[in-house]
């Protein structure tokens, strides 16, 4: 049985998965792809869990796929066949990446260090992505003569624009926290010292929000970039008919009038 590569902790509602391959920057490999993705999914039927963080062990969040890692090393041998790098995309970075989008609850990144790569793209998926100072974001693709991935070229162009996500793709260039703040493709830059507290807190307090009520605004909003204004529309309507049945809402109505804390429990 492959060794553990992630650590997972509880505080209250808040799950905190750790990326934990320090020695190399938290790098991917196989078997925590597939940690990944299980603790995800853990989570996702976990009802007592209602935000989960993803963070990295060390200096680094995570440097994207270890080149080291047996489906994808290449071969020094020009006489030997090359890896088929879309075996390993299909069968453990999409299935990752449609995992994280369906989550059910919040999902926030809490970035330490570089995020390159696939790195960068998994932070990006979540639904808020703080960053230490001291942070990064690579596109590192280009520069070994590949293209964004896990979902690297869907997300890059609908944060900053085309001009901004081609700059960031083709060039490889190191994007430090505060600038990624400044250009829409982050929530918030933090002193690095900060950055754990404040996901924690930001996690509490998203926990104790509806939580079903958020995983359908991402839905609905990731959908409504695909689709026409009256499709949209109708969209909002569907999700708002079926929010309107939860107890969230019943809650939430009661509490406003009634000038008190709501309490949400839907899941």
Not at 101 to 116: E, H, K, L, S
Request: net charge neutral; hydrophobic share 50%.
């Amino acid at each position: 049985m492959p060794e553990m590569q992630i650590e997972i902790s509880q505080d209250g509602a808040v799950r905190t998965v750790t990326l934990n391959r320090p020695a190399a920057l938290n790098a991917f490999t196989t078997p925590m792809l597939v940690q990944l993705r299980q603790a995800l999914e853990d989570a996702a039927a976990d009802k007592a869990v209602r935000c989960v963080v993803i963070t990295g062990a060390g200096r680094g969040f995570c440097a994207g796929q270890d080149l080291s890692d047996a489906l994808i090393k290449p071969s020094l041998d020009p006489a030997d066949a090359p890896k088929d790098i879309g075996h390993l995309i299909d069968n453990y970075y999409i299935p990752l990446a449609k995992s994280l989008r369906a989550m059910p609850i919040p999902v926030i990144a809490a970035v330490n260090g570089v995020a390159a790569g696939a790195g960068a793209s998994l932070a990006l998926s979540c639904d808020l992505v703080l960053a230490g100072a001291s942070a990064s974001f690579i596109q590192a693709f280009a520069k070994i003569g590949l293209v964004p991935d896990c979902g690297g070229t869907w997300l890059l162009p609908r944060l900053v624009g085309r001009a901004k996500a081609l700059e960031l793709a083709l060039l490889g260039d190191k994007l430090p926290a505060a600038e990624a703040q400044a250009i829409g493709l982050i929530y918030r830059c933090v002193p690095d010292e900060d950055l754990a507290a404040t996901a924690q807190a930001l996690a509490l307090r998203l926990s104790q929000m509806p939580v079903r009520a958020l995983a359908a605004t991402r839905k609905v909003m990731d959908e409504a970039l695909l689709l026409d204004f009256g499709s949209a529309l109708k969209a909002e309507s569907v999700a708002q008919s079926q929010m309107g049945f939860g107890t969230d809402y019943l809650e939430g109505a009661a509490a406003f009038l009634q000038k008190r804390k709501p309490s949400f429990t839907d899941r």
